[in-house]
């Protein structure tokens, strides 16, 4: 009987396991970001090796004043924690209905690559059942490519 051969069998972790089992670990972070009442529990460091709003937001006035908490209400908490968890896995963990959210989020934080892959989850997350709203939340959000996308998606879909 044939049976494959392992010959280097890897029981460590990786550094991407390593960096999902920090993320949101109060044992281990530096910095609380509070949205809508509820914390995150981050990494300085990482947030500041992985995003340029946060580089630049550390590097301009975080040695003035040393905080470990930052509170923000621009986006929901499970936008928000979705977008921090992205940043320490390059797994966008949320459902395609709050995308456009997390879309717009990326916007702001001019993260190009999130962007992407927020339309992508999009596009490929359009059914019968949902296209309506996320149409809603397209105009909402002012999002004009999936806006458009939509509405073809719509016009096929039928």
């Not at 396991?17 to 995150?40: K, M, N, R």
């Not at 963990?93 to 993260?111: G, H, Q, S």
């Not at 690559?113 to 709203?133: D, E, P, Q």
Request: net charge negative; with cysteine.
């Amino acid at each position: 009987m044939h049976k494959p051969l392992v010959l280097y069998l890897n029981e460590e972790s990786s550094i991407l396991d390593c960096l999902g089992t920090a993320f949101d670990d109060p044992l281990t972070s530096d910095l609380t970001i509070q949205v809508e009442g509820q914390c995150i529990h981050v990494h300085k460091a990482i947030l500041k090796i992985r995003c340029p709003y946060f580089r630049t937001m550390f590097q301009n006035n975080w040695a003035e004043n040393n905080q470990s908490i930052i509170e923000h209400d621009q986006f929901s908490y499970i936008v928000y924690k979705a977008f921090l968890k992205y940043l320490y896995t390059d797994v966008i963990d949320l459902p395609v209905e709050k995308a456009i959210e997390l879309l717009d989020l990326a916007n702001a934080y001019c993260e190009s690559n999130l962007k992407k892959h927020c339309i992508r989850m999009i596009k490929r997350g359009i059914t019968v059942a949902n296209v309506a709203y996320l149409y809603s939340i397209a105009i909402e959000y002012n999002a004009e490519v999936i806006k458009d996308y939509t509405i073809n998606a719509y016009q096929w879909l039928r």
